[in-house]
């Protein structure tokens, strides 16, 4: 290990020329830590997902190679098939984790050489992830904890008198942080097809500009839905909000492990999106967009690492400067203005690997997979006639990996159990943190109780109405013909508690 460290050490010695990026000088720490650790572990991600496996092969996960315990008796390989609540890391992301986690340091002002090398690969990664999301120049890319904690994020840092424009059928992470906003929220009525979706928001901002032509506005809409996963008009959408003087952020926690996604070419003022469903599940997330809110807004966490300037004083003395009790107070511009605090470097790293072993790979030839086993997935369950497939936008609206059901005869939560229990296969059921869109999907009415309630569960979530199956990249085809062949066996045998009371 001290040839690494020596060989980190040489690599941050000197200063780099002033055209260097911070790609050049992480490329360069990694290198060195490849001294101690060995190329195969510490070769950057893209290296390796290049040529991870030929079109039809699924990605290497961690945990592909995990056997669980079955109910009557032996083990199985575990079928992961809840994505959509959080992938399984990529294996790329874990070994680059691994090598540099013995490097890891302090980010920003240190002297020392496990901080200056810790910096140059934070910072490193936000190029990366600006280069993934196709950021724009002058957008900024925020480190968050998730896509929840970035739109709430952007929900502090809106302008006064901003009015919210939001579809009921979001994801709670994105229905639910306007609540300050000081123009209010608009919900907007489940549409019942994308060209629905961008006519009920186009003559909602429509209305909203006639009473109000200069306020603030803006939407907020996902890429992908977490319930049907059926693609939203993400571009469509944006091209209404703009029409009427309005921005748009993207809720792309869903959209960005399947299809590629560019501010510049989609136009969206924001995307927001999580590590933890991108292959990366070490706590990191992402606000990638425009700086203009981001710099005028107060900071979202007050702290060490927002602050330029702390001094005694009143604000009239220090320009630029607010005034914390006896204190006059700059804050920094840019990212770091919101990100406050020791940042979660392992967790940005990992986010970076992810998106350059995605892009490796090739998004598109991943799509051509993913589109193929979903395909599969679809015509084993439309073999039972019994299982009924939630959609919105119709059955051939095109979608990512994600796919829920209810099952006739069977409760939601006893199936997923048995198809865990039996089968080892793990599946997600339930409301989904989207509670109104399941509702209407399912035709329930405001205020009807949901029957075959879980005892000790509270309130909504009693309402276990759906199975939701979800894949990706490192899922192998067995695992979505296990599903197929488990749900048509259990199916035939019945649920064996449907006949007691109250159900």
Known sequence: MSAARNA????????????????????????????????AAVAPAASRAAAPAEVGSPLPVLGDDVRVPLAGGGTAPYAALDYAASAPALRAVWDDVAAYAPYYGSVHRGTGHLSQLSTELFETARATVAEFLGARDGDQVVFTRSTTDSLNLLAAALPADTR???????????????????????????????????????AALAAHRRQRPHAPALVCVTGASNVTGELWPVRELVEAAHRHGARLVLDAAQLAPHRAVSLRELGADWVALSGHKLYAPFGAGVLAGRADWLDAAEPYLAGGGATATVRRGTAEDHPDADQVGDLAVRWHRGPARHEAGSPNVIGAYALASACRALAAAGLEELTRREEALLRRLRAGLAAVPEVRVLSLFGDDAPRVGVLSFTVRGWDSRRLAVALSERYGIGVRDGLFCAHPLVGALLGDQPGEPAPCAVPDSGGAETALRAV????????????????????????????????????
């Open 164 to 202: 919210v424009f939001v579809f009921e059928t979001e994801h709670h992470a994105a229905l639910l942080p306007w609540r300050r906003a000081g123009g209010g929220v608009q919900h907007l009525a489940t549409p019942a097809s994308p060209e629905r979706a961008v006519a009920v928001l186009d």
């Open 8 to 39: 980190a050490t040489t690599c941050l010695t000197a200063p780099a020329p002033a055209a260097a990026t911070a790609a050049t000088a992480a490329t360069a720490a990694t290198a060195a830590i490849a001294t101690a650790t060995g190329p």
């Open 468 to 503: 939701r199956v979800s894949f990706g990249a490192g899922t192998p085809v067995e695992h979505v013909d296990r599903l197929v062949r488990a749900v048509a066996e259990l199916v035939r045998e019945g649920d064996p508690a449907a006949a007691a009371p109250g159900c």
